[in-house]
């Protein structure tokens, strides 16, 4: 007992020391010591929020999709109870339980539970033959991936058996992708303009102000969008009202939400909202990959989550007539109530605690880089214009692109016996199939071998022969599985045209861990989004390493680190990957260092207001031009010049090189992309020289610079000049 009153009167004597000590500190030093915190706490800013960021999304997508494999799809066999039952049992052990097959007696019924969507398809048997009926408009993905465990089953049991589409994708979205592209749209222009407002204009986030500018905001954007995909796109003609009030209840009810976790978190809100609409809701949507091929905490998120519920409601209504879609809807307009609701009673609690209520501090000055503008217009204006030119670039850059993928010129190896037979098949299928593929007559079937393997062609169709009396049709998924499917689905016709057997040849299959080859879409988001992030979080948040001697250090370390970290995710955690730790942690590494220099260019010309510029060149057609989510051959032929200059697609064929080709062509998009970080770097130096850097903040991290609440726009304090913006790259 008297060694610890002894250690506890030393440690007493210890506190009281270190307390006089500060107590003694002079004023000089106090703001010494404080100037260094702030410091550490900018610096700790600038890399934990791209870290944050990165991290969430890759992981979170990866996990989700990087290999899904059906389980427990539900089916229904219906016909003779006691044949059914034998064909529903048969059908799931035969497909080690990826289907779960219930039975009925009834086929009226079984077909209206495949039109309501509460199983992926139904069997109706008959004596020797049966029909499968399934939904396209329930996701082209669930369909393809019933009929390849249903249909062989079937076969083997010895039925005759005929498919039925009960509610097939129209002409102008045959693959179903529109609710997929605007359903994203949506969730972006939900949350989007809080993250800029708190940072930049937080009086707008007053109730009264925000919840009209919520609702005008909403009607906008759903105008905007109903008129791209209606007359523009042609995507949901005859659906424009019902799409238009969807849209608006959507963002309105995104917008009450996240107006509440703004109020709660403040700048965090935004890692909230990408973590709950992004990272986990658009997996649990069921848009991409169906519901029963994820893990079912996914199902569990399907029921209340505004992914879910916007796409839902969107299939429904394009594509079942509007059926089914109001338990969605109510789903929306409680968020909407919730959020609201929640949100002003937090204002009335703080206001009877504090008795006042003041706006949150100015974190940037300005979205253009510069002083805070004197009239609040201009100021308001710039913020309008760096959302509507996100959500818009989201609805006519990827959809417009992606939106109907159809094979374009294509290009197909024809190998028959002779050149002259390859010349004459050649020009034969071209008149057969017009515009749909650039068939290239070649000698032999090791050339065309040759071809595939160096993705020259996406396919080779070698013609029967003497020796070989069927046709052979070689591909390479891991190239492009769009491109192969595509390949396998048009010869499998032409092959039966010419009534002779097809045999599919798969060069270069992709293992288990990355069953849709999205793992290089994926990993080179990761980089992409890590370099252009360091560089935009890092002038708001540390403008003091704007510099370039200060900053080249910071991009090379950052880009060395979160090259290793991306791997670890994708691969040793998730394991979408295996091997070549070395080539894709150099290739990640001088991804990130040569991207971050790219959007270095726009942040010292235009600030904040590079955001929009940047992601739309790096990201919106990056991606259509990557040859990573579709083909190239199946996107505009304005994408596939962008394919050789811009650097998402360099860094997307970079790792299928490394992954899949032994690095075989990895060379040129490497050369791609230290060309860009090179020109990029020599840009910026030119601007240094000829554009003054800010790089002081004017007030210290985290100030309370604040004005009270009122409803007076007049009251609305400009004078602030703080410049850090912490989290607005979230965005």
């Known amino acids: 007992m008297s060694t610890s009153v002894t250690e506890s009167g030393l440690k007493g004597q210890a506190d009281s020391s270190q307390k006089n000590a500060g107590a003694q500190l002079s004023p000089e030093e106090k703001a010494a010591k404080r100037a260094k915190a702030e410091q550490i706490g900018r610096y700790v800013a600038m890399f934990l929020m791209p870290l944050i960021m990165v991290g969430m999304l890759v992981s979170g997508y990866l996990a989700a999709m990087h290999s899904p494999t059906p389980h427990n799809m539900p089916v229904i066999v219906a016909g003779d109870a006691i044949h059914a039952q034998r064909v529903a049992t048969t059908l799931e052990q035969e497909t080690g339980n990826a289907l779960k097959a219930t039975v009925l007696t009834s086929a009226d019924k079984a077909i209206t539970q495949v039109k309501d969507r509460e199983v992926a398809g139904a069997i109706v048997l008959n004596e020797s033959s049966a029909t499968l009926y399934s939904a396209a408009g329930a996701g082209a993905s669930q369909q393809s991936s019933l009929m390849k465990l249903a ?99 959507a963002i309105f009810a995104i917008g009450s939400v996240q107006l509440f976790f703004t109020r709660l978190m403040g700048p965090l809100a935004v890692i909230i909202a990408m973590l709950l609409l992004m990272v986990l809701g658009v997996p649990a949507s069921g ?61 009335a609690r703080k206001k009877a605690k504090t008795g006042q209520l003041v706006d949150p501090p ?3 000055a300005s979205l253009h880089g510069g002083k805070r503008p004197k009239n609040a217009g201009w100021r308001y204006g710039a913020l309008f214009a ?121 060069l270069t299959p992709l293992p288990q861990r990355d069953s849709m080859g999205m793992t290089s879409m994926y990993l080179a988001m990761g980089w992409i989004m890590s370099g252009f992030m360091i560089v935009v979080v890092g002038a708001n948040a540390m403008p003091a390493s704007k510099p370039l001697r200060k900053m080249i250090p910071i991009v090379a370390g950052w880009a060395v680190g979160i090259s290793a970290i991306l791997y670890l995710i994708a691969g040793p955690i998730i394991g979408a990957l295996h ?48 040859n990573a989510a579709v083909s190239l051959y199946m996107v505009p032929d304005f994408f596939r010049h962008l394919h050789d200059i811009l650097p998402f697609p360099a860094a997307a064929e970079t790792i299928k090189s490394i992954l899949y080709f032994d690095g075989s062509g990895a060379g040129s998009h490497l050369i791609t992309l230290t060309i860009i970080g090179v020109v990029s770097l020599a840009i910026v130096a030119v601007l240094d020289r000829v554009k003054p850097l800010r790089i002081a903040p004017v007030g210290p991290l985290g100030s309370e610079t604040s004005t009270q609440i009122c409803d007076d726009p007049a009251a609305s304090d400009d004078s602030t000049g703080l410049d850090d913006d912490l989290v607005l790259a979230g965005v």
Not at 164 to 172: I, S
Not at 326 to 333: Q, S
Not at 496 to 503: C, F, I, R, S, T
Not at 595 to 604: G, L, N, P, Q, Y
């Open 287 to 347: 848009l991409s990959v169906p519901l029963s091929s994820l893990n079912g905490f996914y199902s569990f998120l399907h029921a209340f989550l505004p992914a879910p519920a916007i796409g839902e409601s969107l299939r429904s209504i394009l594509y079942f007539g509007g059926s089914g879609v109001w338990p969605h809807v109510a789903v929306l307009a409680t968020g909407a109530v919730a959020g609201l609701g929640l949100t002003a009673l937090f204002d």
């Open 151 to 249: 249909l062989p089953q079937l076969m083997a049991e010895g039925y005759a058996v005929d498919t039925q589409d009960v509610a097939p994708l129209p002409k102008n979205d045959v693959a179903g992708l529109a609710a997929v592209f605007m359903t994203t749209a949506l969730l972006m222009a939900g949350y989007l303009p809080f993250s800029v407002m708190l940072s930049n204009s937080p009086e707008l986030l007053r109730f009264r102000r925000v919840v009209p500018l919520l609702a005008g905001w909403a009607a906008l954007v759903s105008g905007l969008i109903a008129v791209i995909t209606g007359p523009v796109l042609g995507l949901v003609s005859g659906h424009t009202l019902p799409v238009l009030g969807l849209s608006w209840l």
């Open 579 to 626: 091997g070549n730790f070395f080539a894709l942690w150099g290739a990640g590494a001088l991804t990130v260092f040569c991207v971050a220099w790219f959007a270095a260019i726009f942040e010292r010309l235009i600030g904040m207001l590079a955001t929009p510029v940047v992601v739309g060149l790096l990201m919106f057609l990056g991606i259509p031009a990557s």
């Open 386 to 506: 760096f959302c509507i030119s996100m959500v818009a670039m989201m609805v006519t850059v990827m959809l417009g692109a992606m939106g109907k993928p159809m094979p374009r010129d294509m290009p197909v190896a024809v190998v028959g016996a002779t050149m002259e037979q390859s010349q004459q098949a050649a020009a034969g299928l071209g008149e057969a199939m017009p515009g749909f593929f650039d068939l290239k007559p070649v000698g032999s079937a090791e050339e065309a071998h040759r071809m595939v393997i160096d993705r020259d062609v996406v396919a080779a169709y070698v013609l029967p022969s003497q020796d070989n009396p069927a046709a052979t049709l070689m591909t390479s998924q891991a190239a492009n599985v769009s491109g192969a499917q595509i390949a396998n689905s048009m010869f499998t016709q032409v092959a039966a045209g010419q009534q002779v057997q097809l045999n599919v040849q798969e």
């Open 362 to 364: 100015v974190l940037m």
